[in-house]
């Protein structure tokens, strides 16, 4: 089945502890993206990549580190997690840059 | 950041009314999407729009890409139960080429009385 996988689904962590969160995709798409979603802000663009090694800044990037070594990966670093960084967290892939992505289930983050 | 404001907000409607929501942008956009999302779930893509006045169906669905390529809508007639959930608008900015920068509006929250 065509699909992203992240994970875990839920995590719950303290400031400062760092943590990943991984990103699979089995559908050989050459791009990749992460957002976060906050209740009345909708979606936001964390980071995206065009191919392998090939990444770049979305809207709300600090905080935030990503690595695309292999085409179907794309795992986010947060080196130290704060407070304000507890949110719904969303992976997603698509096969051309004007194309919709699909998205991960994805994962909530708690910090505390 | 660049800003989509999607409206209405949220809408309480009663099954078989028919629904329309938009998003505008003071940004001239190439693309525009129309997602789904439900409760525990990522959003799931219900249209896609890449021309200036397209107008595109899926079901009871039909999204239109606006003329001035700054808004789209969506529309939904005879809404049913399953329609609940969150819908959001996005779009790729003009000039952001093939980059996979994709931006998102706040959302519309529907809800469905049968």
């Known amino acids: 089945e065509a699909q992203v996988t992240q994970n875990p689904r839920y995590l719950i962590t303290v400031t400062g502890k760092k943590l990943t969160v991984t990103c699979s995709q089995n559908?050989?798409?050459?791009?990749m993206s992460w957002y976060r979603q906050d209740p009345g802000l909708g979606l936001r663009q964390i980071y995206y990549s065009m191919n392998v090694e090939v990444t770049d800044k979305g809207d709300v990037p600090e905080g935030y580190k990503v690595s695309r070594k292999e085409k179907r990966n794309f795992p986010l670093i947060l080196e130290s997690p704060s407070p304000n960084q507890t949110s719904l967290y969303f992976c997603?892939?698509?096969?051309?840059?004007?194309?919709?992505?699909?998205f991960g289930s994805g994962t909530r983050l708690t910090v505390v | 950041g660049q800003q989509l404001n999607q409206s209405p907000q949220s809408m309480f409607i009663q099954e078989g009314e028919d629904v329309s929501m938009n998003c505008t942008s003071s940004?001239?956009?190439?693309?525009w999407l129309w997602y789904k999302q439900e409760p525990g779930e990522g959003p799931v893509l219900l249209i896609a729009l890449y021309k200036a006045g397209e107008l595109t169906s899926n079901g009871r669905l039909t999204a239109q890409f606006g003329i001035t390529r700054k808004d789209s809508f969506l529309n939904i007639s005879a809404s049913i139960p399953s329609d609940v959930g969150i819908y959001f608008c996005a779009g790729q900015l003009l000039g952001s080429g093939n980059t996979g920068k994709l931006i998102f509006g706040q959302g519309t929250t529907l809800q469905v009385k049968p």
């Open positions: 559908m050989n798409h050459e791009y």
């Open positions: 997603a892939s698509s096969f051309a840059g004007g194309d919709g992505y699909t």
């Open positions: 940004s001239i956009f190439n693309t």
